[in-house]
């Protein structure tokens, strides 16, 4: 994956993470997306402004992935930050979840948080719990329920959490 | 307490609330909201389009509190409620936050409504900490310093669940 870089994400990257980012909230496995979202009204939901930040993963001139971050929520609580990444079906097994994970806790290291919350990792969705750990997140706690999930029903959402 | 009815707020409430909320607010002990927030752009942050609701509490046509309430996802998480309540300072130890609270849980009920979440109690914040777990909810974790309490510094924020 050396050939892979991440960099900043562009007005007109958007139409190469459109793809990927619909064909995922049309699975509507592992986020809680409206469902009714056209490339128009997609883009704000993926796109953060300052202090925020949206990156695409690319390996010559192909995104293969993006990920979004910046702070959980305003006022007293902007220290701690949040993201949500996603990977091109095609590019899957390559590294590139995990590259763009790396990313998003050296970039709120870089920026001074105080740590990384996940608000809604689905409980089912393992391989993104299991890269998450991986990197020293942990589970603080499971909401019941929380999601449905089209293949497994209703399942938790765990709210993970980093210190940095 | 027998005088107070809860009613559907209106836009006009807006000019009967923001004082309580950007009083709330302006103290940053117990809701990350942005800081800077006037009349005008606070509106949104409080009122709730549907198929949320926001309500007033109101006694002899004095607004004592508000709540705030919806689905806390979209997609495949919006069979999950959420909710906010504030209560002006004048009317504070007369009962308004449970009413509130009761409201609150009640109209989920009664919406189908799986269960209520709410995503970042303070943990400093005793008073409603108590007040819903006396309703049955529960902490099913704990954010560590995830909040910057001007009074306690960093403290935790609960993530607290009902199910329905």
Same mark, same amino acid.
């Given at each position: ?25 049309? +699975? #509507?496995? *592992? ?38 971050? #910046? ?19 095609? +590019?899957? !097994?390559? $590294? ?14 870089? %920026? $001074?948080?105080? $740590? ?7 409980? *089912? ?7 998450? %750990?991986?990197? $020293? ?7 019941? !329920? ?9 399942? #938790? ?8």
């Amino acid at each position: 994956m050396s050939d892979v870089r991440i960099r900043a994400a562009t007005e007109a990257d958007w139409s190469r993470i459109w793809p990927f980012f619909a064909a995922t909230v049309r +699975a #509507g496995e *592992t986020y809680a997306f409206p469902m009714d979202l056209t490339a128009e009204t997609g883009r704000p939901w993926w796109f953060a402004s300052p202090p925020g930040c949206t990156v695409v993963a690319e390996a010559d001139g192909v995104v293969l992935g993006s990920a979004t971050m #910046g702070p959980n929520r305003p006022g007293h609580g902007d220290h701690i930050g949040t993201a949500s990444f996603m990977v091109a079906p095609a +590019a899957r !097994g390559r $590294g590139v979840g995990r590259l763009l994970a790396e990313h998003v806790v050296a970039w709120h290291r870089e %920026q $001074g948080y105080r $740590g990384v919350q996940f608000n809604a990792v689905v409980e *089912t969705n393992t391989a993104a719990v299991a890269l998450w %750990q991986s990197l $020293g997140f942990e589970i603080v706690g499971t909401v019941p !329920g929380a999601f449905r999930s089209p293949q497994h029903g209703y399942v #938790g959402l765990h709210v993970m959490f980093l210190p940095l």
